[in-house]
Nanobody, 120 residues
């Protein structure tokens, strides 16, 4: 079992950058695929991207080229670097660990979420 805690959210101007962190405890995060999802107000939670156990990453088309997922095994932490942010990126961002994939049911463990607000 792994416990996940996100941090790094906040308010940023359009075009700016933020880096979210997903700190894991309990088990090694690299033992799982780690995904990022986001949920905007009144909308469903949507897949953003993931890093597989082997380190390969995959992104939703909406963030490809702007967001980058990385993992620091020594710190047991996964990061989501978000560049060129847009107002439509405003959402609560969640990290999750599990077998991996583009749907929520592929992840057994979830963090509490961190709010990202992009103002124009």
């Amino acid at each position: 079992q792994v416990h996940l805690v996100e941090s790094g959210g906040g308010l940023v101007l359009s075009g700016g950058s933020l880096r979210l962190s997903c700190a894991a405890s309990g088990r090694t995060v690299s033992s799982y695929a780690t995904g990022w999802f986001r949920q905007a107000p009144g909308k469903e939670r949507r897949f953003v991207g993931l890093v597989w156990t082997g380190g390969t990453t995959y992104y939703a088309d909406s963030v490809k080229g702007r967001f980058t997922i990385s993992r620091d095994n020594a710190k047991n932490t996964v990061y989501l670097q978000m560049n060129t942010l847009k107002p439509e990126d405003t959402a609560v961002y969640y990290c999750a660990a599990g077998r991996g994939g583009g749907t929520q049911d592929a992840y057994a463990y979830w963090g509490q979420g961190t709010q990202v607000t992009v103002s124009s």
